[in-house]
């Protein structure tokens, strides 16, 4: 009796993914996912929060970011300031207080370094409340030393200032030679050469 084969069934076509869902590589592609699993692993000092809501507020925030509402950025930087200030006292104390110099050492650095956060910090929330004019140059000269730019104003050749008018190169040479040869009459150790005085 002839066995009959049997056609392997083919694998049912894969589902198209629903477009409300998210794929794992959007999610670790999302920043805001991103940010708020930073902030989930760094924030256990509040208890366990759960990572969907904190997800779907960091979005909302982002938000308000794009549509330009820069309110909540500029509490969050004159708070870290103040955070780094508190820091820089803390730290400024304790190296006073100190009296190992490798110790002391130590403190100060932190401190300065905690200041100079902090000042970078409110530099750019002055930046983010006053932004600086931007200005479009039609030239931009960059060079790496002394450079010259003379953009097309000729300059105003030179007078005699009596009369206003203009000296000619060969008319300064006249001038120089006609200065130049009452010092050659008094010194006779010295001759004239092509309008230079060499000593003999």
Known sequence: MATRRKTPKAAPLAAPP???????H????SP???GAVGIHAWSKFMGEADLLSLVEDL???VRDVQRGELGRVEAMLFSQATTLQTIFT???RRAASNDGLQQFQVNLTLALKAQSQCRATLEALAEI?????VMFAKQANVTSGPQQVNNGVAAPAPTNGQDGKTISNSGS???LSEAVQPTLNDNPNRIALNDSIVPR
């Open 129 to 133: 409340k006053n932004p600086r004019p």
């Open 26 to 29: 959007q999610m670790l592609l």
């Open 173 to 175: 040479q006249a001038l």
């Open 90 to 92: 803390s730290l400024a």
């Open 32 to 34: 805001s996912v991103q």
């Open 18 to 24: 629903n477009k409300g869902s998210i794929q794992p």
């Open 59 to 61: 979005r909302e925030q």
